[in-house]
């Protein structure tokens, strides 16, 4: 059974920093894309950030670009967002998600993991 499970939320204040990871267990996703999704209330569930299955390539939306990074461990089968200068509009839930290869979606998402970001 495939599971992807976030960690590292919280809440902090306006320009603090944070870590998000997820660890994928169940299957190996090294040749697999992943990212990074939020959603805020009353918002709909926007991309944050992905990468490649091999790391090369990244994709930042523009809201968080030079703020924050995304890696991949394949060895470990993790994903990770640095995620730097946070602002209270970044408060949101986060969640990883796999977009295995020859798939046109994210098929495979965790559960997700609060970010609160005061002012």
């Known amino acids: 059974q495939v599971q992807l499970r976030e960690s590292g939320g919280g809440l902090v204040q306006a320009g603090d920093s944070l870590r998000l990871s997820c660890a994928a267990s169940?299957?190996?996703?090294?040749?697999?894309?992943m990212g990074w999704f939020r959603q805020a209330p009353g918002k709909e569930r926007e991309l944050v950030a992905s990468?490649?299955?091999?790391?090369?390539?990244?994709y930042y939306a523009d809201a968080v670009k030079g703020r924050f990074t995304i890696s991949k461990n394949n060895a470990k089968n993790t994903v990770s967002l640095q995620m730097n200068s946070l602002k209270p509009e970044d408060t949101a839930v986060y969640y990883c998600?796999?977009?295995?290869?020859?798939?046109?979606?994210?098929?495979?998402w965790g559960q997700g993991t609060q970010v609160t970001v005061s002012s």
């Open positions: 169940g299957r190996s996703f090294s040749s697999s894309a």
């Open positions: 998600a796999v977009r295995r290869a020859g798939r046109g979606v994210y098929d495979y």
């Open positions: 990468i490649s299955w091999s790391g090369g390539s990244t």
